[in-house]
């Protein structure tokens, strides 16, 4: 009997990488999308107000992407649509300790669960495994967010498109740049140290 690991098979992302038994699987997702909604709801208090803005400056983006990417699409879903829905009942992990679903920003909770959705299933086709293809991936997932959460914020508030694109876009763009690059450094890291192991 070989004791050697199985080479990672294409089609997979970090999280199908765990060891589990078959009869185990279904509680190492249950989890992975509840670590994934915890990380989410953590990240999401490093909150930095944007003067003009209702929106803060978060780390919830950065988490709800890498949550995507790592679990997959089905399980990256299911970690933002816990996210949301605690959130909405109460728990206070929105940013900055914020809850419920009639914020001006909950739009961008909208588009980071449908971004890290998208997200995974790019990770799947190897969307995460070179800094190239990460970069993109990111690129992507982050304009998935915007594209739902300033049309939102225009709509909650009252704004004009443009100063919805000014207070809820222009002023992010830099952290989102930040925020890619460590995606782009970390993620196929991951996958080379995977590699290497296996």
Known sequence: MSTAAAPIRTGAVLADLLPAAARYRYAVDTALVAGGAVLTGVAAQIAVPVPGSPVPVTGQTFAALLVGASLG???GF???AAYALVGM???????????GAGGASFGYVLGMLL?????????RRGGDRSVLR???????GSAITYAVGVPYLALSTGMSASAAIAAGLVPFLIGDALKAALAMGALPAAWKLVGRRG
């Open 115 to 123: 971004a890290a959705t998208v997200v995974g299933a790019l990770a």
């Open 73 to 75: 699409a089905r399980r």
């Open 89 to 99: 009942a109460g728990m206070p992990w929105f940013a900055g300790g914020s809850s």
């Open 134 to 140: 990460t970069a993109g991936t990111m690129v992507l």
């Open 78 to 80: 299911l970690s933002l």
